[in-house]
């Protein structure tokens, strides 16, 4: 008997087997999840041929094309997600007005952000970051036509920022990704010094004095633990050489099994970004590796994982409830 088919669609002269646009945003996702944005771009340009009105990876697209400074065509992917109502409006909304800024596109972004306040449609939750979007595109505005220096003020303060949740802290801190970070180099080095903080926070926070080159030395405290770090001398989680053996170990001993390999690459991923800048301690990459296995085996099996230092720190902070990607 043949094997019956689903039906088969054109486009232009091609042929579209069923399934086509589906594996193409499945590769698109996970370019995204991987930061390979260049790839992801191509692959949701692809599926943009086949599926025009489809909602489903819109806003990673748009996100791609933000990353690899595709700003205008990023606004257009955006600008078409929030014409038909995406689900988190405010959140797509806030990756809008980012991108208009870069586009300098100042008049448009203080008209649509002075609505947004008026008619209460931002959460309180993410009022400071819109006020922070919303005097950063003032400040890009006044800068834009004049050669003088500005003089920036922190657009929070650290009570303000320690009243939020750790979701709203983190939000807020993400949204100063890519900005001029000056005036804010001192609240974030009160950030990263916090003891009250969760461990992720204080990675946003160090991971932005990296980004602004601070050359000044912080001290860094988790989980009981302590290290002075210079953030512009630093690595970036997970782009050390430590981590990037422990992933070759891995790869190593799961290349016959790639859903396991791929949740010990999340695993360690997820690791990194808690513990930076700290990490597994003196264990060599392969003890690294095969704790992770063990970790993972019991996650599969249901049996009681045994105990040792490592896979009491690994089962922590993938136990970690703050760790929320934004």
């Known amino acids: 008997m043949r094997k019956k088919y689903g039906k088969l669609r054109k486009k232009g002269n091609l042929i579209v087997f069923p399934g086509t646009a589906e594996k193409l945003i499945r590769e698109g996702m996970h370019y995204v999840e991987h930061h390979q944005f260049e790839q992801a771009v191509h692959s949701f340009e692809e599926a943009m041929q086949f599926e025009p009105e489809s909602d489903e990876f819109l806003l990673p697209y748009a996100i791609a094309l933000y990353e690899i400074k595709a700003f205008r065509r990023a606004k257009d992917i ?109 609240l974030l080095e009160d950030i990263v010094e916090s003891v009250h903080l969760s461990p992720i926070v204080i990675t946003f926070a160090l991971t932005l004095l990296h980004q602004a080159q601070y050359s000044k030395q912080v001290t860094v405290h988790k989980f009981g633990l302590e290290k002075e770090v210079i953030p512009a001398s630093m690595a970036l989680p997970g782009q050390d050489e430590r981590t990037q053996a422990v992933l070759a170990e891995l790869e190593k001993l799961l290349t016959q099994d790639p859903s396991r390999l791929e949740l010990a690459y999340g695993l360690v991923e ?57």
Not at 279 to 308: H, K, M, Q
């Open 78 to 186: 955006t600008s078409m997600l929030l014409n038909r109502g995406p689900e988190d409006y405010i959140g797509t909304m806030e990756l809008y007005l980012t991108i208009l800024i870069h586009l300098e596109e100042y008049e448009d972004v203080e008209m649509k952000i002075d609505i947004l306040l008026e008619e209460g449609f931002v959460p309180k939750g993410m009022l400071s970051k819109f006020t922070y979007l919303r005097d950063l595109n003032k400040r890009l505005a006044l800068r834009y036509g004049s050669e003088e220096s500005i003089v920036a003020k922190a657009p929070f303060t650290l009570d303000e920022f320690m009243a939020m949740d750790v979701l709203g802290q983190q939000q807020l801190l993400a949204s100063l990704d890519g900005t001029d970070l000056h005036a804010v180099t001192e």
């Open 270 to 326: 997820k690791f990194m970004i808690i513990a930076f800048p700290f990490d597994w301690g003196s264990y060599s990459a392969e003890e690294i590796a095969n704790s992770y296995i063990v970790y993972i085996e019991s996650l599969f099996s249901g049996e009681e994982l045994p105990y040792t230092p490592l896979l009491a720190f690994i089962k922590q902070l993938d136990n970690d409830s703050d760790f929320e990607p934004v």
